[in-house]
């Protein structure tokens, strides 16, 4: 399968929305936390599982999105 140009942006398009918006969900979460905001335990973990799963994603469109403008 081969990649248009617009295929691409968007693909980076999505990589930075996922990385604005995680890395600022995980300023918020770090200040909750310094707050001493009382919640369970599984509450940090399962939201600062989702910050971790989804900058991930965003590095993998990135690349993806990166290699495809090189080739097209």
């Known amino acids: 399968m081969r990649l248009e ?3 691409s942006l968007l693909l ?6 996922n990385l604005a918006s995680y890395t600022t969900f995980a300023k918020n979460l770090a200040k909750a ?4 905001e009382d919640r369970p335990t599984g509450y940090w973990i399962a939201h600062s599982g989702l910050i ?3 900058l991930s994603i965003a590095g993998v469109l990135a690349r993806l999105g990166i290699r ?3 080739a097209s």
């Open 12 to 17: 980076l398009g999505v990589a930075a929305w």
């Open 68 to 70: 495809s403008l090189r």
């Open 5 to 7: 140009r617009k295929h």
């Open 52 to 54: 971790a799963v989804n």
């Open 33 to 36: 936390h310094a707050r001493g």
